[in-house]
């Protein structure tokens, strides 16, 4: 069981737009920054988002995050077939002081 | 460039022990805190362990707590993690990244290495 809870599955149409929730408490979202990664099957997680909102260079401004108490989200639009991917949400506990995850989300553009 | 190489794991029986490295390249290792993340086949991420760029303080997940030991040797450019008594739920490839924020709040992991699987079976 994830600290951060996430929609198992998501998915839309090639050019349309997903938003995939990530929901925890006071302890971790709702007071440190949310970052998000994109897996790809059988490789390692790649950043998208940091701080909430900010994209590391590369990153498509398709990709963008947000936050509000205790959630965050990632939106992303003009999907391509090439979005198909797992997505993580993360940040850190300061309860636990630990990383926490979500459980992933995969996206399938249909 | 920044590379994380990772490479220890194989198949080990429950309760024995393992060594994992992380050897790192292409940024100045001594000045970063690092992690362990976990992902079980087939599953989510799971993070393990972290230390601050000089060893003065390390946390470990409290499912592996009092089992793994994170440690580091910067004049080596080197992260650990010291396994023992293997249980089979820790099964998992297992990923080294760099802090890429600046305080623990601001966790987010720019860089990954291709990971080591680990096999806990009898």
């Known amino acids: 069981q994830s600290v951060l809870t996430q929609p198992p599955s998501v998915s839309a149409a090639p050019g349309q737009k997903v938003t995939i929730s990530c929901s925890g408490s006071?302890?971790?979202?709702?007071?440190?920054?949310v970052s998000w990664y994109q897996q790809l099957p059988g490789t390692a997680p790649k950043v998208l988002i940091y701080d909430n909102n900010k994209r590391p260079s590369g990153i498509p401004d398709r990709f963008s995050g947000s936050k509000s108490g205790t959630s965050a989200t990632l939106g992303i639009t003009g999907l391509q077939t090439g979005d198909e991917a797992d997505y993580y949400c993360?940040?850190?506990?300061?309860?636990?002081?630990?990383?926490?995850f979500g459980g992933g989300t995969k996206l399938t553009v249909l | 460039q920044v590379q994380l190489v990772e490479s220890g794991g194989g198949v080990v029986q429950p309760g024995r022990s393992l060594r994992l490295s992380c050897a790192a390249s292409g940024f100045t290792f001594s000045s970063y805190s690092m992690h362990w993340v976990r992902q079980t086949p087939g599953k989510g991420l799971q993070w393990v362990a972290v230390i601050t760029h000089d060893a003065s303080y390390k946390n470990e997940a409290d499912s592996v707590k009092g089992r793994f030991t994170i440690s580091r040797d910067n004049s080596r450019n080197t992260l650990y993690l010291q396994m023992n008594s293997l249980r089979a739920e820790d099964t998992a490839v297992y990923f080294c990244?760099?802090?890429?924020?600046?305080?623990?709040?601001?966790?987010?992991?720019?860089?990954w290495g291709q990971g080591t699987l680990v096999t806990v079976s009898s």
């Open positions: 006071s302890s971790n979202i709702g007071n440190n920054y």
């Open positions: 990244a760099p802090h890429s924020g600046g305080r623990f709040e601001e966790f987010h992991l720019d860089y």
């Open positions: 993360g940040t850190w506990d300061s309860s636990l002081s630990a990383g926490v």
